[in-house]
T-cell receptor, first 116, second 112 residues
């Protein structure tokens, strides 16, 4: 069964460093998403991406964050200068369609980012 | 604005007994609702979804949920818990075409 994969499973970085989190969505999916979950808090939406453009982003997704689909299979989240408060589990998701009634998103296992 | 509230942060059941995970929603129109499950070190897996076709929704692994508009609820049930059901469960609402909003999660433990 096709699944979303994410690498690395755990990333440790120093404050101020750049990190890139990588995801391989399901191959025939067209819509891609990043969510995050800070320890002890809810899973929060960060950004959605379609046709090489951001379709929606949350207030969390400021200028320090960027997303890219560099080739036909990968989808990346870059944090330019990490802060302590960026420590969280980051989930990538993809879906075949979008739309409030069809928004069945498939999630990866997550990357745990620890900022020291 | 659409949101969900999971009423229990932790549920403990004995193997073979029923499981009930409670979720209330808030929405100005008929929502699209989901239950996801997360096993340790695994991704979030969709258990079932409600998109207004039928109020009783059957999902994978014997789970089902009933949409009750009068109670603004979407509780998840399973008649007989199995050890493999130990996981974290999330009630989720579709906010718009792209964005999902998650509840806080309910951790289920299953006692032998």
């Amino acid at each position: 069964e096709p699944e979303v994969t994410q690498t690395p499973s755990h990333q440790v970085t120093q404050m101020g460093q750049e990190v890139i989190l990588r995801c391989v969505p399901i191959s025939n999916h067209l819509y891609f998403y990043w969510y995050r979950q800070i320890l002890g808090q809810k899973v929060e939406f960060l950004v959605s991406f379609y046709n090489n453009e951001i379709s929606e982003k949350s207030e969390i997704f400021d200028d320090q964050f960027s997303v890219e689909r560099p080739d036909g299979s990968n989808f990346t989240l870059k944090i330019r200068s990490t802060k302590l408060e960026d420590s969280a589990m980051y989930f990538c998701a993809s879906s075949e369609e979008a739309g409030v009634l069809y928004n069945e998103q498939f999630f990866g296992p997550g990357t745990r980012l620890t900022v020291l | 604005a659409q949101s969900v509230t999971q009423l229990d942060s932790h549920v403990s059941v004995s193997e073979g007994t029923p499981v009930l995970l409670r979720c209330n929603y808030s929405s100005s129109y008929s929502p699209s609702l989901f239950w996801y499950v997360q096993h340790p070190n695994k991704g979030l897996q969709l258990l079932l979804k409600y998109t207004s076709a039928a109020t009783l929704v059957k999902g994978i692994n014997g789970f089902e949920a009933e949409f009750k508009k009068s109670e603004t609820s979407f509780h998840l049930t399973k008649p007989s818990a199995h050890m493999s059901d130990a996981a974290e469960y999330f009630c989720v609402v579709s906010i718009n075409d792209y964005k999902l909003s998650f509840g806080a999660g309910t951790t289920v433990t299953v006692r032998a």
